[in-house]
């Protein structure tokens, strides 16, 4: 068994300055208006063709990252991406930007596919009937048709056409120009259709017979087609919400603003961005501490969870140093400002997961591959097609039949439903069981997970203190002296005193009234209670006055120092009569859990930014032999890192703010629901029950699922290599060959369906 320790790794430098001994700059740019990730390949790729730039771009948070020379300025960025055909402006910090703008594209793509999928169902009903059965026809047919499909090939499917329109002033072409060729082909064929052209539908000769002689009506084509695509547009819009809230949650830790200390002793409030190294600034009980710093005066204890993910609060005092987003809890410090700005950890934090967001899933880099061929290669095969036909056939209703079929069975629904169908499907049966599967990385790294890492506090852990035990010296009674340290806790707001105060209530009832009571920051409290002078706080405080403390405390104090408790003593009167032991427990469920993980020949590590022993004390608990303890954020990054440098495939389970970027950073990242909106929003995927056994689960979930969508890609794009041919040989009418693309967007659909009966293990 193996514990170690990490030194806490020095800042980054600022993602806005020059690297040293370099002369290449950072710039971070918003990008608007990509619709796909071929638009996020085109940006850049644009930006790249610059000398000595080298950008990526995240589609998920539409962030560019740019190093370009010290020469380059934002505003020259920003017109190279302009004349790509997208919009861009110079990016400050996750906690500016205005989400108003998402929320508002998802609400319009929502209400555009309610409105297509009201009007789909009787447009595709009339225009099979009117199409296969002239003699349903009834006056005025055109114009229902018409007045049905407009709202839908016009209104709702605008955003495509918009796209394609920008793609084609700029000699390029993504899926968008081909779903939009396709619906204004499909309809503007079924507009000829409709009001020119003479019925060639044979009734008498029996159904299939009417089918392949029907009317060229194919507006149920354009309207499934734009339904489809629309439906997975909402699905990936609010996807990308949510992977940029990871970042807005954790910018949102920083403090807003700072009261600066001045010279004369007074105070002046500023913003937080208006700080300067080597200032002093006053930071009271339930303020963020707004920078990286060294406590000149003043002591106090400091909430650091969200950044270290030690589970108790820390005492702090002068000559300590602190972290810029952790939370005093009492007592006033005042802080030398030693890393401002983007030279924090919490900055450094947000680096890290934002860089770690940008990659690309495999499935993903292979639709962005295909998209940039395929659509050429199927316009040149639609023409092709229509010149071969009306060369050979010189029947101009032929060709265009011929055409239009290529057209509309390559529209690719089924291949943009492989993988939004299963997933969803994956989501509502990894609810069921506490899991939820947020994209294609998750995916694809559980085909080779090998190693599992733990976060302890929280994620191993319950992360709430409870009442272990009470021992007291001779002659003292139990309930009397919790009642005691009850009474005085109930004034603190601390969360030793919070599991005391909850524990005597449940075991003594009512607690008695306190007054004069006193908090020493970083050592305890004490208060009168019914005349009587009552103390509570950590050994040290009664050793450094000289108390004596009875033997029988202090070892039982030895005693719950072995299963990693943290012991207070309390006082009566100046004599010391009791020691309380509280612990952050272990859930009911991990042992079992970890045990499963071993028996499928897992590799499981604990690493956390508690203390080596208490972290020792829970791996023994659950079977863990591997630990690595006092790491902060960055350090846990790191770890993982050598362990995939090593050749190991890792997932990384955790639920706290320290732990987005080791999530981000590993391979596959699982977040425990009950933690923070910054774990989960890094993380793959989500364990939204309070049991690691959901773990297991989840890894089977998205197995399985992997396993779907493989199935459904390789039928959608055997579909198109095989169907297209066909329609190009004139050998589908374009009616059938609509509904074969229909019927392969429903396989897809019904084989992503199979995944409502995965069975939990």
């Known amino acids: 068994m193996s514990v170690s320790t990490t030194p806490a790794p020095t800042s980054e430098p600022g993602d806005i300055s020059a690297p040293a001994g370099t002369d290449t700059i950072r710039i971070a740019l918003s990008v608007t208006g990509m619709t796909c990730g071929a638009c996020a390949n085109r940006v850049e790729r644009t930006l790249n063709k610059i000398d000595g730039v080298r950008a990526s771009v995240n589609y998920a948070t539409a962030i560019a990252t740019i190093d370009a020379p ?64 002239p003699s349903t026809r009834i006056p005025g047919w055109q114009f229902v048709l018409l007045a049905l499909a407009i ?92 992977a940029g809230g990871a970042l807005r949650a954790l910018a949102a830790l920083g403090a807003r603003d700072v009261s600066v200390l001045l010279r004369d002793g007074n105070e002046l409030r500023i913003p937080v961005a208006e700080l300067k190294e080597g200032q002093r600034f006053v930071v009271r009980p339930g303020e963020v501490i707004a920078a990286d710093g060294l406590v000149i005066d003043g002591s106090c204890t400091v909430d650091t969870s969200a950044m270290t993910g030690e589970s108790l609060p820390v005492d702090i005092q002068s000559g300590s140093a602190v972290i810029g987003g952790t939370v005093v809890l009492d007592g006033r410090l005042v802080v030398e400002a030693a890393a401002v700005g983007s030279d924090t950890a919490l900055a450094g934090m947000i680096r890290l997961v934002d860089a770690a967001q940008s990659g690309k899933a495999d499935l993903q880099r292979l639709a962005d591959r295909i998209s940039g061929v395929f659509v050429p290669i199927v316009f040149v095969l639609s023409a092709l097609t229509l010149i071969g036909w009306r060369i050979g056939t010189g029947e101009v209703d032929t060709a265009v039949s011929a055409a239009l079929a290529v057209l509309i069975i390559a529209c690719p629904c089924a291949l943009g439903l492989a993988t939004p169908t299963a997933l969803m499907v994956a989501s509502g049966r990894g609810a069921q069981l506490g899991v939820f599967i947020k994209g294609h990385h998750a995916l694809e790294a559980t085909r080779t997970v090998d190693t599992v890492v733990f976060d302890k506090t929280g994620t191993i852990t319950t992360g709430a203190l409870t009442f272990e035990s009470i021992v007291v010296a001779h002659g003292a009674d139990e309930n009397e002296m919790l009642l005691l340290a009850g009474a005085v806790e109930h004034a603190s ?269």
């Open 70 to 133: 010290t020469t380059s300025t934002s505003t020259q960025l920003c017109e190279v991406v302009a004349a790509a055909g997208y919009g861009a402006e110079p990016f400050v910090d996750h906690s500016s930007v205005d989400t108003s703008a998402e929320d508002a594209h998802t609400r319009d793509i929502f209400r555009r596919l309610v409105v297509a999928l009201v009007l789909f169902i009787p447009i595709a009903d009339l225009s099979i009937m009117f199409a296969v059965v």
């Open 493 to 761: 707001e601390h969360a030793v005193a919070a599991a005391i105060v909850d524990a005597a209530r449940s075991r003594c009832g009512e607690l008695e009234p306190v007054e004069d009571f006193v908090a020493v920051p970083g050592m305890g409290a004490h208060g009168r209670v019914h005349g009587r002078f009552v103390e509570i706080g950590r050994r040290r405080l009664f050793e450094d006055r000289g108390s004596v403390i009875p033997r029988t405390l202090t070892s039982a104090q030895d005693r719950s120092d072995t299963i990693g408790a943290t012991s207070v003593y309390l006082a009566v009167d100046g004599i010391v009569r009791a020691v309380l032991a509280l612990s952050d427990t272990v859930k009911p469920s991990a042992a079992a859990a970890i045990a499963h993980l071993h028996a499928l020949g897992l590799r499981t590590l604990l690493v956390t930014g508690d203390n080596a022993y208490a972290a020792q004390v829970a791996a023994d608990a659950v079977g863990i032999d591997e630990v690595i303890a006092e790491v902060l954020p960055e350090g846990k990054v790191d770890i993982i890192a050598s362990l995939k440098e090593a050749g190991r495939t890792v997932a990384m389970v955790g639920d706290g703010i320290n732990d987005g970027p080791a999530l981000a950073t590993a391979d596959l990242g699982l977040a425990i629901g009950a933690g923070t909106d910054v774990a989960i929003g890094a993380a793959d995927i989500i364990v939204v029950r309070d049991d690691l056994g959901a773990v297991v689960d989840s890894l089977g979930l998205a197995k399985a699922t992997l396993s779907t969508i493989k199935g459904n890609m390789v039928w959608a794009f055997g579909y198109n290599i095989a169907a297209i041919p066909i329609a190009a040989a004139g050998l589908l009418n374009p009616l059938l060959a609509g509904a074969a693309m229909a019927f392969s967007s429903f396989f897809v659909v019904s084989n992503s369906l199979r995944l409502r009966r995965y069975r939990a293990s």
């Open 151 to 242: 709202p839908v090939v016009g209104w709702a499917a605008l955003p495509f056409h918009r796209a394609a329109l920008v793609g084609l002033r700029h000699r390029t072409s993504t899926m968008d120009t081909l779903v939009s060729s396709g619906i204004i082909a499909a309809t503007g064929w079924s507009l000829y259709s409709m009001f020119f052209r003479i019925s060639t539908a044979d009734e008498t000769r029996g159904i299939w017979a009417a089918i392949v002689s029907s009317d060229s009506i194919y507006l149920e084509v354009a309207a499934g087609v734009t339904v489809f695509v629309l439906a997975g547009r909402y699905f990936e819009a609010k996807a990308k919400r949510r």
